[in-house]
């Protein structure tokens, strides 16, 4: 059994984090075809927005050695996605490691499985989005693992270094090289949707608002 082991990533910027951080899950959700995580990886308790960079592990079935390794390597910001290569009977999270995560300053954590100790992880305000609860635990048993390669979670690949958002309605990861493009699309879009709630508050139909009348007439066959 081995550990893979790829260097920590480089850190998304506080100004392009802030810019992502204007933004709920779903907007990015009316135009992205990468990146939207599988709805069942929700918010352990009530969060406010996280936003943060990648640091990327896989843990296979019941070994958790390699994420109590990367606890003391995690920095201020780092988001830890956990791939639990599909196992859902095990938790990998409870309050003792979530505390240690906290204390290094990270943002969050994502988690394609389980968690524990509910409360206690609510009660330590690290947000925490996972698939459920378990009662069984994962252990310190030697199995192997990877850090800071890529993994899959929720149904989206997730690269070390990506950008992460994260909300009440779920969970996003964008590329770093991409990043830019999405934010841009993401202002346009922010502006666009602020107008047409503007309008409809005013009384205006949303078909005219946004457009959906017009390519409806464009189209329309007339019944008698």
Not at 50 to 75: E, I, K, N, Q, W
Not at 128 to 155: D, E, H, I, K, Y
Not at 190 to 217: C, F, N, Y
Request: aromatic fraction near 2%; charged fraction near 20%.
């Amino acid at each position: 059994m081995t550990y893979s082991l790829a260097p920590m990533p480089v850190m998304i910027t506080a100004d392009r984090l802030e810019r992502l951080a204007q933004f709920e899950t779903v907007l990015l959700g009316h135009f992205l075809d990468r990146g939207v995580m599988a709805p069942e990886i929700r918010p352990v308790a009530p969060v406010a927005r996280l936003v943060g960079t990648a640091v990327t592990l896989s843990l296979p079935g019941f070994d958790s050695t390699l994420l109590h390794h990367a606890a003391g390597l995690l920095r201020p910001g780092d988001v830890l996605v956990i791939d639990r290569r599909g196992d859902r009977r095990a938790a990998c999270l409870g309050g003792g490691v979530a505390r240690a995560i906290r204390n290094a300053g990270a943002a969050g954590v994502v988690i394609d499985g389980c968690h524990t100790d509910t409360q206690e992880l609510a009660e330590l305000g690290l947000p925490v989005f996972s698939c459920g609860m378990a009662v069984l635990t994962t252990r310190l048993t030697g199995q192997g693992g990877a850090m800071n390669r890529p993994v899959s979670v929720g149904g989206v690949p997730v690269l070390a270094g990506d950008a992460i958002l994260a909300d009440d309605l779920g969970v996003v990861s964008l590329h770093a090289a991409e990043l830019d493009g999405v934010l841009a699309k993401a202002e346009a879009l922010q502006a666009l949707t602020d107008r047409t709630i503007a309008g409809v508050a005013a009384g205006h139909p949303i078909g005219e608002l946004s457009g959906a009348s017009k390519m409806v007439a464009a189209q329309a066959e007339e019944i008698a």
